[in-house]
Nanobody, 126 residues
């Protein structure tokens, strides 16, 4: 059984930084692409970023390009999202998910992901 657990969320002022972590167990972590998604109240879940199985290719939503960095440590079965220059509009529940294959595309479609965590809340105050 695959388990995905996010951590690292919190309350931060605009312009600040947070680093999210996601651990996945019950699968061969380095066989799969991984993605970060977020969902604000009353809005659809949207893709934030994804990385190929080896971290060699990454994709970002336009809204976070240049501010967020995705990375992974396959030895630790862990995915990260470094978030800098945070804005109030980044406030959302952030989710980690395992891809259906080792590759992900820039479409960042939630339908290309299989196992999801419970999420970690990020709140950015103005």
């Amino acid at each position: 059984q695959v388990q995905v657990v996010e951590s690292g969320g919190g309350l931060v002022q605009a312009g600040g930084s947070l680093r999210l972590s996601c651990t996945a167990s019950g699968l061969n972590f380095d066989d799969y692409a991984m993605g970060w998604f977020r969902q604000a109240p009353g809005k659809e879940r949207e893709g934030v970023s994804c990385t190929w199985w080896n971290g060699g290719v990454t994709h970002y939503a336009d809204s976070v390009k240049g501010r967020f960095t995705i990375s992974r440590d396959n030895a630790k079965n862990t995915l990260y999202l470094q978030m800098n220059s945070l804005r109030p509009e980044d406030t959302a529940m952030y989710y980690c998910a395992t891809g259906l294959s080792g590759y992900c595309s820039g479409s960042l479609s939630k339908y290309d992901y299989n196992d999801w965590g419970q999420g970690t809340q990020v709140t950015v105050s103005s």
